[in-house]
């Protein structure tokens, strides 16, 4: 399971110069199958959303119809800022707008502090989602951005010339971000025709993605040269974007942005924290105040299983009932955090029907000494859960989705449990289950924090672990952490302090980011000069 390390360029902030280079166009086959798409798209989105409030907004910005006014510079006269471009909104009077594409929440939630970076650098961004969840997220996560106008908030145009062409229009933004992995061969294209450079940031390609792009050979060839630059997150996946098509000076590796920490923290749970990481992980955010810490919630052990997906509730509900049979963890509470909004009833009733004391977050039920599980089926309110759990699970990652990120309660100082579908976040969790972190079934690089003999990993020997299942041992070391408080306060330690070693890695991506920009910048004026 960890990710195998092929060799690859040293790291190095800054960009080499880039040279111009011809637009590649998509195949004709491709243009000829997104415009008889096309239709049948609009009606997915129909099915989909007719019956959401926003569904007549999602159809114009999806298909060129109508946008956001465009961020504009605080210093912009509000008579000015108001100016009426052809129906679709008001002018753009500044100049740098970065356009930033996250499909759904993860990706949103990963790029947050990238997009904040450049916020603080003067920069104003139009970001774009693809789902309803990287919608919501979106809008939330920038709310105060949006409501002052240094940020702007759509749907992704569908990948079609004349739609990316009137967003472009609108936007006119300075260059282009795409988060990981999703990339639209006809955007691209319009990009390069309009000389505005294109940055594939946090840039990730597993291996069945890699045989999925492979499938339509010409096609990823062409994206991959209209890319100005990809970022990559590890030597494997630009080792794979190489083999695409994309020339090794396009490529660099900089680490995942999945590292840094995206929302303030908790302060209790790493007090014993020293030096810097203790200063980083000191504030509460806002949103927390409102939490259940009422007697429910006060010295009994809590785990919470976050972000879960179908075939994952019916799991973590079995290993409650476990450890609810143990004398010593008979008060341990379990919180339930569905990945997906529109599953909170289905969970719920899931959680009935195995007869469990229950309390619901969105009702805002009481939790009592006699709840054993709290569904918390509200929004923005996750890295609350992680910093008052003893031990998280991260879901996704028991079934075949590619595993959430653990970062995220390892940066409150939680120890952490996965499945073996890491796929989306691998090199992540090998560093964290190195230094006994996150602890994953049968994960060769696992290493159990100093003084603890008795995690999972280490109390089964090799016959056992082959002939235990991946559930069976998750229970154990769930069990074995809960148990030995100390234990799980010593792994989540060290995740906290893994985590703050690793958050260079924004100013990195930040950095070549900027002189992609620069540079088109400079060639420009010096092609208005000549």
């Avoid at 096609?219 to 990559?232: G, R």
């Avoid at 006994?436 to 089964?460: C, F, I, M, R, W």
Wanted: with cysteine.
């Amino acid at each position: 399971m960890p990710s195998s390390d092929t060799s690859a360029k040293p790291f190095s902030a800054t960009v080499q110069p880039m040279q111009s280079r011809a637009v590649s166009k998509p195949p004709l086959y491709y243009q000829v199958s997104i415009g008889l798409l096309k239709p049948l798209y609009r009606l997915q989105v129909w099915r989909r959303s007719h019956k959401r409030e926003n569904y007549q907004q999602e159809v114009e910005q999806r298909f060129g119809k109508r946008y956001p006014a465009s961020p504009v510079n605080e210093s912009v006269s509000t008579a000015n800022a108001k100016a009426d471009v052809n129906g679709y909104g008001y002018e753009n009077n500044n100049k740098k707008v970065i356009w930033c594409h996250a499909v759904s929440l993860g990706e949103t939630n990963t790029v947050a502090p990238l997009l904040e970076a450049l916020l603080a650098r003067g920069y104003r961004i139009w970001l774009t989602n693809t789902t309803q969840t990287g919608f919501a997220r979106g809008a939330s996560r920038f709310a105060e951005d949006i409501a002052q106008g240094r940020l702007s908030h759509s749907y992704v145009p569908v990948d079609s010339p004349a739609v990316i062409e009137t967003f472009l229009t609108h936007v006119q933004p300075v260059a282009a971000l795409f988060v990981e992995t999703e990339l639209w061969a006809n955007i691209l294209t319009k990009l390069s025709e309009h000389n505005i450079p294109s940055i594939l940031v946090n840039g990730r390609l597993s291996a069945s993605s890699f045989k999925s792009y492979q499938k339509i050979g010409a096609v990823s060839a062409s994206m991959m040269k209209n890319l100005s630059l990809i970022i990559a997150q590890d030597n494997d996946s630009a080792k794979r974007f190489r083999q695409l098509g994309a020339h090794s000076a396009q490529i660099r590796v900089a680490g995942s942005l999945k590292w840094v920490i995206n929302t303030p923290k908790l302060e209790d749970k790493v007090a014993n924290i020293e030096g810097d990481i203790a200063d980083e992980l000191t504030d509460i955010e806002s949103c927390t105040s409102d939490i259940p810490t009422d007697l429910g919630m006060i010295n009994r052990p809590i785990w919470v299983a976050a972000s879960t997906h179908s075939g994952e509730e019916e799991v973590v509900l079995a290993w409650q009932q476990q450890i609810l049979s143990n004398p010593i963890l008979v008060e341990a509470l379990l919180i339930i955090v569905p990945r997906h909004p529109e599953r909170f009833d289905e969970v719920a009733e899931r959680i009935q029907r195995s007869g469990f004391a229950m309390a619901r977050r969105s009702i805002d039920d009481t939790v009592t000494t006699q709840t054993q599980v709290y569904l918390a089926d509200s929004m923005g309110e996750l890295m609350a859960w992680f910093a008052l759990a003893d031990v998280a699970f991260v879901g996704g990652s028991l079934v075949d989705i590619g595993g959430h990120n653990p970062v995220e309660p390892a940066s409150v100082a939680t120890p952490v449990l996965m499945g073996i579908h890491t796929q989306s976040c691998q090199s992540v969790v090998d560093k964290l289950a190195s230094v006994g972190a996150l602890y994953q079934p049968k994960n060769e690089v696992y290493s159990p924090t100093a003084g603890d003999e008795q995690s999972a990993q280490t109390h089964s020997s090799e016959t056992d672990k082959k002939s235990l299942d991946d559930e069976t041992l998750l229970y154990q070391q769930l069990k074995h952490w809960l148990n030995h408080e100390s234990l799980a306060k010593q792994a989540g330690r060290a995740g906290a302090q893994m985590t703050e070693q690793q958050q260079a890695v924004l100013s990195r991506q930040l950095s070549m980011i900027e002189d992609v920009i620069e540079q088109h910048s400079t060639q420009d004026l010096n092609s208005e000069t000549l």
